[in-house]
């Protein structure tokens, strides 16, 4: 049985993609390909946390023991907005911080660099324009979520007007709407570990588009969205506890570091490719055979039903056996209920056909249950 760490929302998200990507990344801890992308958010957000902490107002917080520190325990506070950093000095600051890793050239990086200056200058100005109210820059919060403990880095927290909280997070792909704020499963978790965090209530969710200079808000989850998020967060601690590291092929494989080594992708020995390429060739013929042989034994099944249902039949004896219809409730101990075929009647309840030894044939308790064949499409018809 495996141990549960805390789960972030990118924890989270891979588990749900692919379990066994989870397992190379957060248990055995291999490294994860730098890119260029994630360079540049980091670099950014870096960024912002020094150009927005001389903001930084005081609040309450929980403590552990759900008791509340207050506004005394702060000490001075300017109520004032600071002198804004300016902006020779914020691209001073994006260059000292700059992160190179995970480019795939230059020219790239170059791009990159040249984004970051646009929209980091863009921001600053909306932040001399309107002063923002953070609580909270980077903040690291965790909490017990009905048991499960999960954890995340919110990039910003805002006092309201009203004296609620407003949940940031700043984003530098491209092309969001406000649909990604209302949606987003990252804001609710924030929303989730806010709350557990501050004794304000949470008032809204904002993604901050820093390519298209937009505020995106949403306001908070209501429990059921959170309640949809929380069997999410739940299925996935109860993965890692049961130990299910399953490779599971989708999307993420375009970017998976670890396709060399994954099940799904890892080539068959030249040594054995014959041999076994021999075996797969005969398993889809059987396949093939199997299919066919069902499609056969559902039309016989029904021939002998209308049969049945016109003369008032249920033992129908042949030269090797006795065909015998029986109810679902008789057929289900033994035998397997298959789909109807589309172009079925409609049959009175749902009926199988099971086959008796012709040498048992008088003892109708001794049914061979295993070639049971289903005839009725509907459950719950009327008898
Ligand atoms: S290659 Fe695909 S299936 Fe394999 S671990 Fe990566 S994401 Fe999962």
């Known amino acids: 049985m495996g141990t549960v760490p805390t789960l972030s929302y990118s924890s989270v998200r891979t588990y749900l993609e692919c379990p066994l990507r989870w397992k190379y990344l957060y248990l055995e801890r291999l490294p994860e390909a730098p ?4 360079s540049f958010g980091r670099t950014v957000h870096s960024v912002l946390e020094e150009l927005l902490r001389p903001y930084l107002r005081p ?27 300016r902006p020779e000095e914020l691209l001073e600051l994006y260059e000292r911080r700059w992160i190179p890793d995970g ?11 040249e984004l970051g200056r646009t929209l980091l200058l863009r921001y600053h100005q909306e932040v001399v324009r309107q002063p923002p109210t953070p609580v909270a820059i980077e903040a690291h919060l965790e909490a017990k ?44 978790l924030y929303q989730v570990l806010v709350e557990h965090n501050f004794p304000n209530p949470v008032e809204g969710l904002a993604l901050i588009d820093l390519r298209g200079g937009i505020h ?22 109860d993965g890692i506890r049961d130990e299910e590291y399953a490779p599971t092929p989708g999307r993420a494989c375009a970017r998976c570091e670890f396709r060399d080594r994954c099940p799904e992708f890892k080539e068959v020995p030249a040594a054995d490719r014959e041999r076994l390429a021999v075996l797969v060739d005969r398993f889809v013929d059987l396949r093939d055979s199997e299919q066919n042989l069902e499609r056969e034994l559902r039309s016989a099944a029904l021939a002998l039903h209308e049969v049945a249902e016109r003369l008032g039949l249920h033992r129908i004896p042949g030269e090797r056996g006795v065909a015998v219809r029986r109810r679902e409730r008789a057929a289900r101990s033994g035998a397997k209920a298959a789909e109807p075929a589309a172009s079925m009647p409609r049959p009175i309840g749902r009926w199988y056909w099971e086959i008796e030894a012709a040498a048992r044939a008088s003892s109708p308790r001794r049914t061979d249950r295993r070639k049971a064949t289903a005839v009725g499409p509907s459950e719950g018809s009327a008898s």
């Open 103 to 113: 480019y795939e050239s230059p020219e790239e990086e170059r791009r990159y660099r």
């Open 145 to 188: 979520w009905e048991g499960v403990p999960v954890h995340g880095y919110v990039d910003r927290i805002d006092l309201t007007p009203a004296g609620g909280l407003e949940v940031v997070d700043y984003k530098t792909s491209r092309g969001l709407t406000v649909q990604d704020a209302l949606t987003s499963d990252q804001l609710a």
């Open 216 to 237: 995106l808000a949403s306001p908070p989850r209501p429990t059921q969205a959170l309640a949809a998020l929380r069997v999410s967060v739940g299925e996935v601690s």
């Open 59 to 85: 609040t309450a917080r929980r403590t552990e023991g759900l008791t509340q520190r207050t506004l005394e325990h702060f000490g001075d506070y300017r109520a004032e907005p600071p002198e804004p950093i």
């Open 35 to 38: 890119r260029g992308y994630f």
